[in-house]
Nanobody, 125 residues
Framework: VQLQASGGGLVQPGGSLRLSCATS????????VGWFRQAPGKEREFVAA????????YYSDSVKGRFTISRDNAKDTVYLQMNSLKPEDTAVYYC???????????????????WGQGTLVTVSS
């Protein structure tokens, strides 16, 4: 499976963007999908995730209430809707796929074995 993240761009503070994560190969409908981000000079951090087996979602405290992860099965695409964006949300965003996640693993990058290329989100006036 190869993942492709898209939808990044320049947005003003308070604005919204929707990122997409799709596969160019076979379906990843049974995969857990996570979104991570890496800002310049910082470590990669967890943003949001969706567990395949029960559609449970997870969010970092910094984005909870502003970001929403969802899946469109017909399009085999996972989305990250980002609202009320802040300058500190500026980063390269990556989507990743894993299997058989448990609550304690879903927020960690080691759970995910397939990563897409990043898409840059810049929040600036």
């Amino acid at each position: 499976v190869q993942l492709q993240a898209s939808g990044g761009g320049l947005v003003q503070p308070g604005g919204s963007l929707r990122l997409s994560c799709a596969t160019s190969g076979r379906s990843f409908s049974n995969a857990d999908v996570g979104w991570f981000r890496q800002a310049p000079g910082k470590e990669r951090e967890f943003v949001a995730a969706r567990r395949a087996r029960d559609s449970m979602t997870y969010y970092s405290d910094s984005v909870k209430g502003r970001f929403t992860i969802s899946r469109d099965n017909a399009k085999d695409t996972v989305y990250l809707q980002m609202n009320s964006l802040k300058p500190e949300d500026t980063a390269v965003y990556y989507c990743a796929a894993g299997r058989n996640g448990i609550t304690s693993s879903m927020r960690h990058d080691w759970h995910y074995d397939t990563w897409g290329q990043g898409t840059l989100v810049t929040v600036s006036s």
